[in-house]
């Protein structure tokens, strides 16, 4: 049975409302990723390929993945202490930290990127002392994991929070009376529980830092093919007016971007399907 | 029928060995907490105040000085119009999707939430990309359209595009999920005592939705004023022009003009506070009324 | 095993849950704590099995003292109001729970934990549920898994808190009997909390009528019924 396109409602408004969203999204979204996969259909694969295929190119995606990768992972890591703290502890302090975990959503890119050079230059207040050490950390790839690991914070805690509030105690409880240690309980039953909502933090976290820009350029030294990633080289292909090779450098963002759609979908479908939650 | 009510969580362990059983040990409570806190002084504040101190290291008649050159005043001005333009297009479009969305019902719903929702999973800079490839001078519409003399790409248009783009979905994401807890209820009784659709809107809807509406305005506004990749691609960082608030901090940046690109920053780190002040009281004065569950 | 509770109380705050409460419970009893939200039946349930400490008195286990026993060494088979199951495992690595829990000394082999998860199953009468998840279960079904995931432990006493609360009236008279006939083969010294008069008149050798926070009346319910001690009793069992 094939249901109608458009059940009939009452309620007025239908055709407005349809009109503006449908048009604002074709124009300001649909349109120009249209565009880009349309120029991509014109100039054909081998063209595409043979831009992508080159050594500073892989090297970039490669690097932008790599960095994001691990950026995430920590994130993940941290991402689910600092939920499980603010929600289940109490001290001085608590809300403050709460609220400033949106600021790398609030706070605009750039700013974020030139303050974390300021600070981790080797001039700087913590690049000081990292030289001092030894070790440099702006303009190598440990300035970008910094601030990759910076615009993904958000993320797992924000999905993890909400689901570690509506863990019941009793479930915990009911671990304990069985035998279960507190560090088996965290293991065997608590973990398992927030999973399903960290992996989706963690993948977006992931999707996030691969496309960022902003906050990376100022501390990454972009060298090519040791702190250059791959946003930048889609700047630099349009700059030297090589459109096909912007293009195709996007083609392949936007392919990275869809699989972890997917992949967040899926998590969501087979975590519903399991255990009746997200 | 329960003694205790189970959902309330112990404040505080009466003592050690009396804690209750769903609490970690005192010490792995105090490490736990300091690692965050060290972790989140290193990573978020830090970076803050470096703004600030960045921004008065040579006075606060340098920093207010800096930003009096008309290179930033330019800058704030196109900047303010960009948010004053993008972020209520973005409004509207945004409760006109979420009333489309969760008024009627028809097929392929799910791929709309979906389409509303891509830009997040799009980088900004991809973003800038696709607008050049849609209206720069060499496409078949951009051409035509820079011949009447008006350039689309390396100009206002395309500015206030790309941060329409970055911020598409912030408003219809906060409203959806509150729309959606509402029901149509509301609407249908006011539409049986004869009310027209503007009338419905505005006495019924608009007042279930309106702070969840101002939290979504919100983290529009500070990302679209924010908003550095896309615009990077599309302005054509021309001074005076089209160099918003974030290009001209990267470019006075790029000169070593620090002062004058930090004191530029911290307008923006203030606004950020703002935001993020006015966000986190609305969440706490109106949570039952905000989609808390889905605050991505 | 015989369970003393000697002059226990407990405070929340400023609120006293419980005031001074002296119980006996003999090896082997089938025992009701019956009483209105807020007589403090559950604190007092919770407290027998290590989730919340007393104020003051003591709780004994045959005879020693086992007041500042931790939780996890008092092998109470706890049943929960809500069940408490774990959502994200089966229903054979729920009841399997407990055993892997313990320490690498004392769990058993893998085969062991299996045939044992194996005979809780049919103890249940729910043999065939094993590689189910709990949200796939009826009401009823979950009642019996956590019963089972309690026993897998070998307690040394069961406690359930409202264990029939959330199910219909047809199921709670099935598990009733369920109930009564585990009792019987284990042996197991047995307290439930219930709101029922009747699941409590009907189950129980001994019923311990609660309220504010105070025994009203211990008795069997032959006697209970005979001779209410009080007029909270006479008025609450609505003789």
């Excluded at chain 1, 500073?56 to 994001?68: P, T, V």
């Excluded at chain 2, 022009?241 to 790029?254: F, G, H, K, S, V």
């Excluded at chain 3, 019956?34 to 004994?60: C, W």
Aim: proline letters at 5%; glycine letters at 8%; charged letters at 15%.
């Amino acid at each position: 049975m094939s249901r109608p396109l458009i059940n009939r409602s009452p309620l007025p408004g239908m055709a407005l409302s349809a009109g503006i969203t449908l048009t604002l999204l074709s124009l300001v979204v649909l349109l120009p990723i249209g565009a880009l996969l349309l120029r991509g259909a014109t100039a054909g694969f081998p063209a595409l390929w043979h831009e992508v295929n080159t050594p500073r190119i892989w090297g970039a995606l490669f690097l932008s993945f790599k960095l994001s990768l691990y950026a995430a992972l920590i994130n993940l890591v941290f991402g689910v202490a600092l939920a499980w703290v603010l929600v289940r502890y109490r001290f001085p302090g608590r809300r403050l930290l709460d609220a400033a975990v949106d600021l790398p959503f609030a706070l605009p890119t750039a700013v974020a990127g030139i303050a974390l050079t300021a600070l981790y230059a080797p001039n700087g207040a913590f690049g000081s002392i990292a030289k001092d050490l030894g070790f440099k950390i702006a303009y190598t790839q440990w300035g970008i994991l910094i601030a990759l690991i910076f615009v993904g914070l958000p993320f797992v805690t924000r999905t993890v929070q909400p689901v570690v509030e509506e863990i019941e105690r009793e479930v915990e409880e009911a671990s304990a009376t069985l035998g279960a240690t507190r560090a088996y309980t965290l293991r065997r039953v608590v973990l398992p529980m927030l999973a399903p909502a960290a992996m989706t933090g963690f993948a977006l976290s992931l999707a996030r830092a691969v496309g960022e820009y902003g906050s990376v350029i100022f501390i990454a030294g972009n060298i090519p093919l040791k702190t250059e990633i791959a946003p930048l080289l889609i700047v630099i292909k349009l700059e030297e007016f090589n459109y096909t090779g912007a293009t195709a450098i996007g083609i392949a963002m936007l392919l990275i971007s869809f699989a972890m759609l997917l992949v967040i979908n899926a998590i969501q479908v087979f975590s519903r399907r399991r255990i009746g939650y997200v | 029928m329960s003694d205790v009510p189970t959902n309330h969580w112990p404040k505080q362990p009466a003592s050690a060995a009396h804690r209750p059983v769903t609490t970690e040990s005192p010490g792995f409570r105090v490490a736990l907490i300091a690692v965050v806190v060290v972790f989140l002084a290193l990573l978020l504040f830090a970076p803050l105040v470096a703004v600030f101190a960045e921004a008065l290291s040579k006075g606060a008649v340098e920093a207010i000085k800096s930003l009096a050159n008309p290179e930033a005043t330019s800058a704030i001005k196109l900047t303010l119009i960009v948010a004053a333009v993008a972020v209520p297009l973005n409004a509207v479009f945004g409760i006109a999707a979420a009333w489309f969305i969760t008024k009627y019902d028809f097929r392929g719903k799910a791929l709309l939430i979906t389409l509303i929702d891509l830009p997040f999973s799009v980088s900004p800079v991809v973003a800038g990309l696709c607008l050049v490839l849609t209206f720069g001078a060499n496409t078949a519409v951009g051409g035509w359209l820079v011949a009447q003399g008006y350039p689309i790409v390396f100009a206002l248009p395309s500015i206030i595009l790309a941060s329409m783009f970055v911020t598409f979905p912030f408003v219809a994401r906060e409203l959806i999920p509150v729309m959606i807890e509402q029901g149509k209820a509301e609407e249908e009784a006011a539409l049986t005592l004869g009310a027209s659709g503007w009338r419905i809107f505005f006495t019924v809807t608009l007042p279930n939705i309106r702070w969840a509406l101002l939290y979504g305005v919100l983290l529009c506004n500070a990302r679209a004023m924010g908003e550095f990749g896309a615009v990077a691609v599309v302005s054509g960082k021309i001074r005076g022009q089209t160099a918003t608030m974030p290009i001209t901090i990267e470019m006075l940046y790029n000169e070593y003009l620090s002062v004058s690109a930090f004191s530029l920053a911290a307008v923006l780190a203030l606004l950020a506070l703002v935001t993020l002040t006015l966000k986190t009281l609305l969440e706490w004065r109106f949570a039952d009324q905000l989609a808390a569950a889905n605050r991505l | 095993m015989q369970i003393e509770i000697d002059h226990i109380s407990k405070e929340f705050g400023a609120t006293a849950a419980l005031h001074p409460v002296s119980l006996s419970i003999p090896s082997g009893a089938l025992v009701a704590l019956l009483g209105p939200s807020g007589s403090g039946k559950t604190t007092l349930l919770r407290i027998l099995g290590g989730l919340e400490f007393p104020t003051a008195g003591r709780v004994l286990f045959d005879g020693s003292d086992a007041t500042n026993m931790t939780v996890q060494d008092r092998r109470a088979g706890f049943v929960f109001q809500s069940y408490a199951l774990f959502r994200h495992m089966t229903v054979f690595e729920n009841i399997a729970y407990g055993l892997r829990a313990r320490s690498r000394a004392q769990r058993p082999a893998s085969a062991e934990i299996a045939r044992r998860v194996t005979k809780l199953l049919e103890l249940i009468q729910l043999p065939d549920i094993g590689a189910r998840y709990p949200s796939q279960l009826s009401g009823g079904q979950r009642q019996r898994v956590a019963l089972a995931r309690a026993l897998a432990i070998e307690p040394r006493m069961l406690l359930l808190d409202e264990p029939f609360g959330a199910l219909d009236a047809r199921v709670r008279k099935e598990l009733r009997a369920g109930l009564r006939e585990i009792h019987d083969t284990t042996g197991l010294t047995t307290v439930f909390v219930t709101h029922d008069q009747d699941e409590a008149m009907e189950l129980a050798d001994l019923v311990v009528v609660m309220s504010m926070g105070r025994i009203e009346q211990i008795g069997r319910p032959q006697d209970i019924r005979a001779k209410p001690a009080t007029a909270f009793v006479r008025e609450f069992l609505a003789i």
